[in-house]
């Protein structure tokens, strides 16, 4: 039978067939071999097991940042346990950390978490409420800092954390979160409000950074220790109404923390030296706890539990707005009645009040550098 008459038979191209007919053995399909996902890994966790033989799968996928599944990574571990010489193995007593994760966590690192006074606080108009603190202690030295939060709302545990960041000069490589007593809202409240800050978005951006942020795991002793030496303070001392006087008497405490705390074996300045440099992280630290707001019938804006007054320029627009530790800013997202406005409010840590006298409201003209001064929001 002739090559071409095969080839319309069976639907060919007569290439093919002439193919076909100089092969040696039938056609059969053979997949082309692949390198194994875990072929670069296997060096690091043959020397993860030769240091410490009776670790687990899930502590070396943390260890090698492995990128595929856990189901995967546990059938070469087994593997390779069974290939490797088998050492004598005898799991340690734990105090606090144990040796491996020791080993793992060089200095540079940091515990975080809140630590909730006893006593209530005046915060203004008649109001009084139980305010966090925001505690950060540096892993290795034990050096503590911390910060006074109007609330455990995530966006104040962020501002906090970035206040505490530039008091430090340094940023820790490996960011430990004890996240209970924080207050992380649904997803819906951001679609809503249009806010940018979440933990999903502090997550992400410390990621684009080369950082590790880690939520759950091992214990933080470090933050428990710090926990209980304020816990002593406060208590020996009389607790302030007023959050600016308690604020000084935390940094007070906090000093006498970090000069009652034993010698470490890495000092804080050893360990901010080993610390990542704030311009080496643009992606976090450039991150603002903003949003965007249209003002309602009456023109406020609402902020945090709070309103604020927007003047006629802001009315049925939606505006900018972005919080920090003592103001509220509201800025007008284009060209709006004269000029580019941006009004300032003193931030106020008690709810449900309405604010009309702003701390400043400038309006630059368009193509202008220069601002004036309106009286008013």
Known sequence: MPIKQIARHKQMAPNTVRRFLRCEQPPRYQRPERPS????????????????????AAEIARRINWPASASLLRFHVARLRS???????????????????????????????????????????GQTRQCPVLLMVAGASQYLGACLLPSARFRNVWIGQRHLLQEWGAVPHTLRWDTSGIDFPWAWHFETEGWDISWNTYVARAELDDLAVQDRGL??????AARRRLRQSSSASP??????????????????????????????????AAMRAPATVPQLLAT?????????????????????LVGPWGARR?????????????????????????????????TGIHHTLPQSHTVTGLGSSRSREEAGP
């Open 37 to 56: 996902v875990a072929a670069p890994f296997e060096p690091l966790i043959l020397q993860l097991l030769g240091d410490e033989p009776g670790m687990s």
């Open 83 to 125: 290939a490797s010489p088998q050492a004598e193995y005898q799991p340690e007593q734990k105090q606090g950390f144990g040796s491996a994760v020791l080993r793992d966590f060089l200095p540079g690192w940091a515990e975080c978490g809140l630590w909730w006074p006893p006593a209530e606080l005046d915060v203004g108009h």
């Open 219 to 224: 214990p933080l002793t470090g933050l428990a």
């Open 239 to 272: 607790v302030p109404a007023a959050p600016l006087t308690f604020a000084a008497g935390l940094a007070s405490w906090v000093q006498e923390t970090n000069a009652a705390t034993r010698p470490a074996p890495t000092r804080w300045t050893e360990e901010r």
């Open 288 to 308: 603002r706890c903003q949003g965007r707001a249209v003002p309602d019938t009456d023109g406020y804006i609402a902020v945090a539990g709070n309103h604020y």
């Open 318 to 350: 939606s505006l900018t707005v972005e919080l920090s530790e003592t103001e509220v800013t509201i800025r007008s997202s284009g060209y709006h009645t004269g000029g580019f406005h941006v009004v300032i409010y003193a931030r106020s840590w008690a």
